[in-house]
């Protein structure tokens, strides 16, 4: 053990060494805001800096990447407003030089005098005018024009609305925050078309791809993508043959003719956490819903089968409400499970355990309406800037709540660790085979509360690139990192007092597995960096190691053969057939979504061309809900199983089951991927900003794909009724069954 332990905390430390070291190079390396920014040849003064972080306090205020988005952050509807900023000045310049000089269209040149013309671009918008002694910016008078005629186009769509971007007329009205809207908009396009200092490339390694003024894919991200193929080649084969050479070298355990957990003597502090399942439940509800409007968004724009319905509920909101409440239901199931497992890890209930589940379900209540509230408010302009960023909307896609809210959460999370992580040290100090296990799971336990505060670690008008960096923190470690070590170590902990394997067996398993994991997931998370304002470090590592995630998930069909073959050892074990099912569900949709999926739009040569595209979107559903929310329900399901011995209505959660995943999977092979199929060949041929236009979206064959994926959304939508109308009925069952 001590090996397995040694490798363990060499790759947790070193990881974060590199991540940390990225991030020192990202704060030192990011794009300036300047002081001004000025025209050349005269005193005029175009933006401040006070503009430009105002501005995107503005973006945030309205919905920030839940309208649109930056740098490829956002949502899929209205545009990368980076990406449509850049071309249309480049499209205004060309065509103002080509009829100043030749009195036509830029497109009605001959490709002598076009080229002339885009050499003339890509000098005017490519060379860095950023002036270190007075931090100012100098831009020609042309581009000055250039940037006036965007100006009233955005001021134009965010006040009197577009149809086809979901957003309502009055989004945003008063004319000094559409101005200031308009500087940050500038400077996340001068970011990503201005050379860095010294080199040929932007300060988003030439992201977007816009062929007009030469940003094109760099060699670092061709080189860094193909590396990272070889290495995730290599590494596969190494793991399966580890895997195949040692999988069947556990200790042999009993093979008990009755169910070892039957007997389980329950307290007072299980019966409490079972309201959350309820709760849960109607979450889960409430978040499909949101998820129809919200897709629908996406065919009528405004409305919801001809009801104006974005008077009331504006895509911003629908989209945030739905992405939100999937991260609180998820979370909420898992500490859930925590709690009611941990009286069964230390044998005994401790003091004030009731009192404090009571508590945390008081709270989780609070911050989800009172976070919902928020953010609605915060959209339709109630809040000022300040008073939004902590009770309203803070822009950014899975940390939209405002900081109030995150500290709310913050200190519920810490009380969870105490009371979770009190019961597994007390089990620890059994000194039993157990304790390697346990204290993984303390590590996890701890990491979950710890990490969720690196939300907290950026401010009000901190910049663009270091607020991802740390968003990052909180969304891939904290949900995709340690939660996945805490679900990892749970499961094996039911699965060995079930005794289906070895308690020491167990321990070495969960910390070899999470050590597998951790090496590609810290490091890993600056994948999700390559193109936002950071250094060429972030594509370097972040596709070395993030190939490296994907290997373990490659081994899932050993994981659903042994967790199918678990179901014909003893006839005890159908008791839990369906949490059995669910958990083979996570390991499908783990070598699949997270797997398949995640790699398609994980080597920079990928994200580049199609990031903010459909691709992700099936990546993000596929992952997060038939990775973890599969996961969640898992848990639902063990729980109530091991609280109740009244029969199942089997037939229910049979539909349930299949439902779910039959739905997932239509939903992405009807629509969502052939979508991004179509949305990658147009940003791959074509450019970034003609994929996210609505004359491609809105085309007759991409709208026939969109409707299509009623059929999956239809049936997924029946496996959420039959599994929430289950798990309602069947908790209150079990509640009745021990009053």
């Not at 308009?182 to 490339?201: C, H, I, M």
């Not at 060949?681 to 979206?697: H, M, N, Q, V, W």
């Amino acid at each position: 053990m001590r090996k397995i332990w040694t490798g363990f905390i060499a790759v947790v430390v070193l990881s974060f060494i590199a991540l940390i070291w990225v991030g020192t190079e990202i704060y030192q390396t990011q794009p300036p805001i300047p002081e001004t920014v000025k025209v050349n040849g005269s005193n005029e003064t175009i933006y401040t800096k006070k503009d430009i972080q105002d501005g995107q306090n503005v973006w945030e205020s309205i919905g920030g990447m839940e309208v649109g988005s930056i740098w490829g952050h956002g949502s899929y509807v209205a545009p990368d407003w980076t990406a449509d900023w850049i071309h249309k000045e480049a499209v205004y310049l060309l065509n103002y030089w080509a009829k100043k000089d030749f009195n036509t269209n830029y497109d009605a040149l001959d490709e002598e005098n076009k080229a002339a013309l885009k050499a003339r671009l890509v000098k005017d918008i490519r060379t860095n005018t950023f002036n270190e002694k007075d931090q100012s910016i100098t831009i020609s008078k042309e581009r000055k024009k250039a940037i006036k005629a965007n100006s009233a186009y955005y001021a134009n769509i965010f006040s009197k609305g577009h149809e086809k971007y979901a957003i309502p007329e009055g989004a945003l009205t008063d004319t000094e925050k559409l101005a200031k809207l308009n500087a940050f908009l500038f400077w996340t396009s001068w970011a990503a078309s201005t050379e860095r200092p010294g080199q040929d490339y932007t300060y988003t390694s030439n992201w977007p791809h816009e062929p007009l003024i030469n940003n094109t894919i760099t060699p670092d991200s061709q080189l860094w993508s193909g590396f990272s193929i070889i290495l995730l080649l290599l590494f596969i084969g190494v793991l399966t043959y580890y895997y195949i050479r040692n999988h069947e070298k556990g200790e042999a355990v009993t093979n008990p003719s009755k169910d070892p957990l039957l007997d389980l003597k329950l307290v007072r502090s299980q019966k409490a956490v079972l309201k959350y399942f309820l709760v849960i439940s109607l979450l889960i509800v409430l978040q499909v819903v949101l998820g129809i409007v919200t897709v629908h968004y996406t065919v009528e724009g405004q409305a919801f089968f001809g009801f104006n319905l974005s008077e009331y509920l504006p895509y911003s909101i629908s989209r945030t409400w739905h992405t939100q409440l999937a991260v609180f239901w998820i979370a909420a199931t898992w500490l859930a499970t925590g709690l009611f497992l941990a009286p069964i890890i230390s044998g005994k209930e401790m003091k004030y355990q009731v009192f404090g589940i009571n508590f945390l379900f008081i709270a989780l209540l609070i911050i989800v309406l009172g976070s919902m509230l928020g953010e609605w408010l915060g959209v339709h302009q109630f809040l000022d800037l300040t008073t939004n960023f902590f009770f309203g909307h803070q822009g950014y896609e899975y940390m939209d709540l405002g900081r109030f809210w995150q500290i709310f959460l913050g200190i519920g999370l810490i009380l969870w660790v105490v009371m979770v992580g009190r019961h597994v040290l007390y089990g620890i100090r059994k000194k039993d085979d157990s304790k390697h296990l346990l204290s993984i799971l303390l590590i996890a336990v701890v990491a979950i509360g710890m990490f969720f505060f690196s939300g907290l670690m950026y401010g009000e008008n901190s910049s663009l690139p270091v607020i991802n960096y740390w968003r990052w923190w909180l969304v891939h470690l904290w949900v995709e990192g340690f939660f996945e070590v805490f679900a990892t170590v749970i499961i094996a902990y039911i699965f060995s007092r079930m005794k289906i394997i070895s308690t020491k067996t167990a321990g070495k398993t969960a910390i070899a597995s999470a050590t597998i994991f951790l090496a590609g997931g810290i490091i890993g998370t600056l994948h999700h960096l390559y193109y936002s304002g950071t250094p060429v470090q972030a594509i370097a590592l972040g596709a070395t190691f993030s190939a490296l995630e994907v290997v373990p998930l490659t081994l899932m069909g050993f994981e659903i053969r042994e967790n199918w073959n678990l179901l014909k050892k003893n006839a005890w074990i159908q008791r839990y057939k369906w949490p059995i099912f669910f958990f083979i569900a996570v390991a499908f949709w783990n070598m699949v979504g997270a797997g398949v999926f995640g790699f398609l739009i994980n080597p920079p040569i990928a994200l580049y061309y199609i990031q903010g595209l459909n691709t992700t979107a099936v990546h993000a559903h596929t992952a997060l809900f038939g990775v973890y929310g599969m996961l969640g329900m898992g848990f639902i399901l063990i729980c109530l199983r091991l609280y109740s011995n009244i029969a199942w209505n089997e037939k229910l959660v049979k539909n349930a089951f299949w439902f779910l995943n039959g739905g997932l999977v239509l939903m992405v092979v009807l629509s969502l991927l052939p979508v991004g199929i179509i949305q990658a060949y147009t940003s791959i041929t074509k450019g970034y900003s003609f994929a996210r236009d609505p004359e491609l979206l809105y085309n007759p064959t991409v709208q026939t794909l969109k409707w299509m994926r009623m059929i999956g959304d239809i049936v997924f939508s029946l496996g959420i009724v039959c599994f929430c109308w289950f798990v309602v009925r069947t908790t209150v069952n079990a509640i009745k069954q021990k009053s």
